[in-house]
């Protein structure tokens, strides 16, 4: 059985504009709105991600999205029934064997302070939901799960842990409460969970990558609408 520790996090509304997601706040000012973190780490990376889909084509972009997007949802639902210790629910095979290889890792988690939950900063202009915020092997982190054909070297997962900065970050403004970690699971489908930890002066540097992440996105919209948004 997993403990959970209560802490008041806020119920946020999404909704898409021009494909981008925001979060409405829970306000009585209700056009204050702020962006997703995961559409921020997106348009940062469009470029690489428009190189890739040039590179396989069209076609076999699509379909690589399509079973990376069917097994990410698949694994997500798992994770978060079972560290609620909730019944399962029925997915494809796949990805039942992706959750089942990666449970010795979820069996590390703790204290569970977020599962699912939404968060947002006024200084930084961002929101999001957040996969898991609980203790891993003893210390307090931010949690993502993911999954892949095969590992990914570290560095072309640079937004995966620009995006945990921001959750901790979030969480911080509204609980003052610190996070020790960023932890990525990753489940692959060639038998390998990845484990990758950021913690000390490595975690500092990608609080400070957030800051140009999210000023890169609102020059964008300065100059594409002439104000902020």
Known sequence: MFNFVDVNLPQLERESIDGVRYYKLPTEDELRKLVSITSVTSFYNRQVFADWRKKVGEEKANQITRKATSRGTDMHSLAESYLKNEELPSVQPLSEYLFKQAKPYLNKIDNIHALEDSLYSLHLGIAGT???IAEYDGE????????AAKPKPKEWIENYFVQAAAYACMFYELTDILVKKFVILMSCENGEVVEYVIRGEEKTEYIKLLARYVQNFVEHKLNQYGTGT
Request: hydrophobic share 55%; net charge negative; aromatic share 10%.
């Open 130 to 132: 957040v996969d898991c």
């Open 140 to 147: 307090l982190a931010v949690i993502d799960f993911k999954t």
